[in-house]
Nanobody, 113 residues
Framework: VQLQACGGGLVQAGDSLRLSCAAS????????MAWYRQAPGKQRELVAM???????NYVDSVQGRFTISRDNTKNTVHLQMNSLNVEDTGVYYC????????WGQGTQVTVSS
């Protein structure tokens, strides 16, 4: 199983980024998918999740700024991040859960002030 995340980078506060995660999961549509992040010196936290049925949930700090979506035809999950701020800096990990759980390798997001 592979979860390949991409789309991170160095941006300024107020900018946007779109993360993508390509998953070698079958059937992908039955997996609950999520994005976690880990800031330097902090624990990994759940940022957003989307269920197999399409329901979404967000941590309060990103509500209204981030949007998680999935494309079951391409086995991908996306995280659109708008109005980024320095507190959004961290390594973002793709996560998949059905019976087993799987982690991607992470992609770095750095937001400068």
């Amino acid at each position: 199983v592979q979860l390949q995340a991409c789309g991170g980078g160095l941006v300024q506060a107020g900018d946007s980024l779109r993360l993508s995660c390509a998953a070698s999961l079958s059937p992908f549509s039955l997996y609950n998918m999520a994005w976690y992040r880990q800031a330097p010196g902090k624990q990994r936290e759940l940022v957003a999740m989307i269920t197999s049925g399409g329901a979404t949930n967000y941590v309060d700090s990103v509500q209204g700024r981030f949007t998680i979506s999935r494309d079951n035809t391409k086995n991908t999950v996306h995280l659109q991040m708008n109005s980024l701020n320095v507190e959004d800096t961290g390594v973002y990990y793709c996560y998949a859960k059905r019976i087993g759980a799987y982690w991607g390798q992470g992609t770095q997001v750095t937001v400068s002030s």
